[in-house]
């Protein structure tokens, strides 16, 4: 069994591979903020385990060994947000941290019977899909940046980066949350900034914080 330093980063591999299942070493340690070289100390050890296909100057991949780790880890994640959000009634930008210390130290017996009566819920309070306890993953809705919109299109906000420090308690003050119906109402060409109508307010995005909340597009009757 792999430890909690080993299991955390075989999740941030898999949260972040790209279209061809690789992730570049110097990404990974920016995503988990620490140095290239403590990257490679633990990748080298995950490469012995037969958890990661490991290559100095390389992209690294999982092995089908490592991916079910990582989705294992993931699973439990996201569970346990569920039960905080939807049970204790903690927000949705707390569950993370909370999640991150319950993950580690629940059994599989306690993870299944959370999911049982969660009801087996398909996503997490952000909107990630929570795979099964054979790892499978429902497959999710279209999902776009807001960045990656038009003016005048309008789309349902479905899940919401949770991985983006103080985000999720950023979107929640100016009133996004999952479900909710935005509108495109400008784009600046000059900074990529988006400016949105939520319930007739106009709120305006960042190009980096619209790039980190995806959205579902209604499709518009062909007269409007």
Request: aromatic letters at 6%; zero cysteines; proline letters at 2%.
């Amino acid at each position: 069994m792999t430890n909690i330093s080993q299991e955390d980063y075989l999740t941030a591999i898999y949260r972040n591979l790209d279209v061809s299942g690789e992730i570049k070493q110097n990404l990974l340690a920016a995503k988990l903020e620490i140095s290239n070289a403590a990257v490679t100390d633990m990748l080298r050890k995950l490469s012995r385990d037969g958890l990661v296909d490991y290559q100095k100057y390389k992209s690294i991949k999982l092995t089908n060994e490592g991916e079910s780790y990582a989705k294992n880890m993931l699973r439990r994640h996201r569970i346990w947000e569920v039960f905080l959000h939807q049970t204790l009634g903690m927000t949705w930008d707390k569950v993370h941290d909370e999640a991150e210390k319950l993950e580690h130290s629940s059994s599989d017996e306690l993870i299944d019977l959370l999911e049982e009566f969660l009801g087996y819920p398909e996503v997490d309070p952000h909107g990630y899909p929570i795979p099964d306890k054979n790892g499978k993953i429902k497959k999710a809705k279209t999902a776009v940046a807001i960045t990656e919109l038009k003016e005048n299109d309008s789309a349902k906000v479905i899940m919401v980066n949770d991985d983006v420090k103080n985000l999720l308690s950023y979107v929640t003050k100016i009133g996004i949350t999952l479900g909710i119906q935005i509108k495109i109402k400008d784009i600046l060409d000059y900074d990529g900034s988006v400016l949105i109508l939520i319930d007739n307010k106009e709120v305006n995005l960042s190009s980096k914080i619209a790039s980190n909340i995806f959205v579902e597009k209604i499709k518009q009757a062909k007269n409007e």
